[in-house]
Each structure stands twice: as C-alpha cells, then as structure tokens.
C-alpha cells in the first residue's frame, strides 16, 4: 500500500529521506505553543505525550489531495510516496496512528493506534472544495507513521511528479 507525504520544496528527502520532526529543530517551532514552550527537548516531550513515538513519525495520507486533476501544493512543495509495507517487512516502522480529529482552540486532537490493514484507503472526496486554499484548510483522514530510527531511509521514497 502506497502512502503519501507532502513535504516543503526545499528539501533533503532525496538524499537524507523523509524525516520526522525531532529530526529537524526548525519543525519544531510549528507545536511550540500547543507544548507552552519553545524548548526542543520540552516539545518533543509534548509530542510524545499525545502518542508514544509522535516526535518520530511522519503524517502522510492514503492518496495525493487533487483539485481538478493535479496535486495539491505542487508549486509550494514536493509530494513523495512509499510502501508501507516494505518499510514494516524491513522492520522500520513502530506503529501507525490514525487521526481521528482535529481542530482549532486548544488544539483538539484525537488518535487511535491502527494496523496496517486497517488503513482506510477508500477515497477522499474533494468534491465540495473549489480552491487550493480550501482543501488545505481541511481536515483530512491521514496516518502517522512512527518510525523506529524517525526517518524514512532516501531508497524507500519515490518523488511523486
């Protein structure tokens, strides 16, 4: 089963790989003010506290979010995919996490531990959504990937065009 992983433009996923965000410092600023702090070590601790391994997973979602037949975020950033199977058969994964919820004020989140066959991978529907802006101001189904070593290893990882 193929997953899929936005990540900025400028990035190091061909050569470094896809990595979680306690491997990159400068992510972390993005859940400062959920873990009232601006300390690495304090907010990857509040990340962990929503689900053991969160610091050392990557989001990624069961399909590419399209508009009218092209990728969401193209101009913006880079969307890659993956086996998951591979990386699990390969013994790199620790754990899925779905999220069930998310929302605005106190950061509202919800997560339930799933395997791998219970991805839900039937179709998203972008139908109701006309702009860019629009789908990615959505919440989406997606999953969490914790990652043993918190990176997806450069060979596993296709670039998406």
Known sequence: MRLYHYTPKENTCLEKGILSVSLIPDCLFHYASRAKSENPETVIKWLDSTFYGRSRSVACFTEPLMLNGKIVAANDGC????????????????????????????????????????????????????????????FFRHYFVVLKNGYIPPQYIKKEK
Request: hydrophobic share 35%; glycine share 4%; aromatic share 12%.
């Open 79 to 138: 969307l890659f995919s993956f086996d998951i199977n591979v990386l699990i058969k390969d013994n790199l994964v620790e754990s899925i996490w779905q999220k069930l919820k998310s929302g605005h004020g106190d950061y509202i989140e919800e997560f339930k531990k799933v395997e791998v066959e219970k991805i839900d991978s039937s179709p998203l529907d972008f139908s109701p959504y006309k702009t860019e802006e629009e789908i990615t101001n959505v």
